[in-house]
């Protein structure tokens, strides 16, 4: 996923962040990616991230008053991101399992793309402080509740689906099938767990995931292609 380096709506970052060159903007943030997804909130080292940025520890907390700050700019832009990749497809006028079928091909390019990040997400699934937790999940898994909460009731008003599923339980179980799917090209237990259902021969073949999922989902759900 491209990430913006322009967002900061939140004001996480400084203002002397925002003006420093695009590509430093990105070493630093790609390197705390890597930090955070690899050690989580608690166990990042600042002095590490700072180390492998090519940057003083000093400059660091110049551009981020805490690791704090760091790691909830992370969430704002890794929100951002998302928000703009699902709206794209969302809004696209095309059928709904069309519109499933790209969000499909989307979570596994991306998770390819950006294990990082994906892992990073892993990271954020499981944060144990529940303030911070509370924090992550409002930014993150409210853009795609209400995204694919809505792509079903309109479907549903378009009669390419069944009436008499809960909009919200199925946007809940798509997200979920998305989620996971990431967590299984990028996280070395959900590949290992992924591989077991699916068996090893299948488990890189995209095409066989696609079609295979969509004919579930078609099935189960009264989608109509």
Do not use: W
């Not at 059928?95 to 998770?111: F, G, I, N, T």
């Not at 937790?133 to 549903?156: F, M, N, P, V």
């Not at 919200?168 to 099938?177: K, R, V, Y």
């Not at 992924?194 to 090893?200: A, H, K, Q, T, Y």
């Amino acid at each position: 996923m491209q990430i913006d380096y322009s967002v900061n709506s939140a004001g996480h970052a400084s203002d002397l962040f925002m003006r420093i060159p695009e590509d430093k903007r990105r070493r630093i943030i790609n390197v705390a990616v890597k930090e955070f997804s690899a050690y989580g909130f608690t166990g990042a080292n600042v002095n590490r991230i700072a180390g492998q940025a090519a940057i003083s520890v000093g400059a660091l907390y110049k551009y981020f008053a805490t690791k704090e700050a760091l790691f909830m700019y992370i969430v704002e832009v890794a929100a951002a991101g998302i928000a703009a990749y699902v709206s794209g497809i969302i809004e696209s006028d095309i059928r709904l399992s069309s519109k499933l079928e790209r969000l499909l091909r989307l979570a596994q390019d991306y998770s390819r793309q950006d294990p990082d990040l994906i892992r990073l997400y892993n990271v954020f699934s499981s944060e144990s402080d529940p303030a911070r937790a509370d924090l992550i999940a409002d930014k993150l898994e409210s853009i795609t509740a209400k995204a694919y909460g809505d792509l079903i009731r309109k479907a549903q008003e378009k009669g390419e689906i069944r009436p008499d599923i809960d909009a919200g339980i199925l946007a809940f179980l798509i997200d979920n099938q998305l989620l996971i799917m990431q967590y299984s090209f990028a996280c070395s237990y959900h590949r290992r767990r992924f591989s077991l259902f699916v068996g090893p021969e299948n488990q890189e073949d995209n095409e066989y995931l696609i079609r295979s999922i969509m004919t579930a989902l078609e099935s189960m759900c009264g989608i109509k292609g």
